[in-house]
């Protein structure tokens, strides 16, 4: 069973600044099979990225995912006020989807 | 659109079963999944159809109690939960999955607003 391991738990920033969350798997996997959450207070999660550098559709190229093997990352190069929010790392396979425990992403 | 229903507070070791309703999209082309969330806490893949209606997974706390089924002659998608526990007191998010009449694995690209059960006597 994959465990993903987000870090860091709580990201305290300013609007304007660079935000970087890592994603840890406890195995290799398939960069193809991953991808980036955001989930705001009170609204069900939105997909970013997939396939681990892949933006969703309508998401701005501010927000960019990179890594492969057991390391992946997301980052966001200039915060706006509306990314303030949960981000959750996920990786799927054939017969499970697994997520991290979520990164907050707090204003500073 | 994809809408949540059928929550509620039930007792332990009772049934529910939750239902959503797809619209905007050829539900029958793709892959659908409940995920749940706790209140405060993280996300949860509780169970996934593909299009097929043949493969199908469930997180392992909850195989043998739970059954995810679809109905593509009412773009619905279906939970049925029995032996409920108090753990699985969450709210439940039906997920859409990205890729199109396609047995590769996807993300989930559209998800609904969820709907809450809580297990307590």
């Known amino acids: 069973e994959i465990v993903l391991t987000q870090s860091p738990g709580t990201l305290s920033l300013s609007p304007g600044e660079r935000a970087t969350l890592s994603c840890r798997a406890s195995q290799s996997v398939s960069d193809n099979h991953f991808a980036w959450y955001q989930q705001k207070l009170g609204q069900a999660p939105r997909l970013l990225i997939h396939?681990?550098?892949n933006r969703a559709t309508g998401i701005p190229d501010r927000f960019r995912g990179s890594g492969s093997g057991t390391d992946f990352t997301l980052t966001i190069s200039r915060l706006e006020p509306e990314d303030f929010a949960l981000y959750y790392c996920?990786?799927?396979?054939?017969?499970?989807?697994?997520f991290g425990q979520g990164t907050k992403v707090e204003i500073k | 659109q994809l809408v949540e229903s059928g929550g509620g507070l039930v007792q332990p070791g009772r049934s529910l079963r939750l239902s959503c309703t797809a619209s905007g999209f050829t539900f029958e082309n793709y892959a659908m999944h409940w995920v749940r969330q706790v209140p405060g806490k993280g996300l949860e893949w509780v169970a996934g159809i593909y299009y097929n209606s043949v493969n199908i997974g469930y997180v392992d706390s909850v195989k043998g109690r739970f059954t995810i089924s679809r109905d593509n002659a009412k773009n619905s998608l279906y939970l049925q939960m029995n032996s409920l526990r108090a753990e699985d007191t969450a709210l439940y998010y039906c997920?859409?999955?990205?890729?199109?009449?396609?047995?590769?694995?996807?993300?989930?690209?559209?998800w609904g607003q969820g709907t809450l059960v809580t297990v307590s006597s």
């Open positions: 996920q990786h799927y396979d054939a017969s499970r989807w697994t």
């Open positions: 396939g681990a550098s």
């Open positions: 997920a859409k999955g990205a890729w199109e009449v396609d047995l590769t694995p996807a993300p989930l690209d559209y």
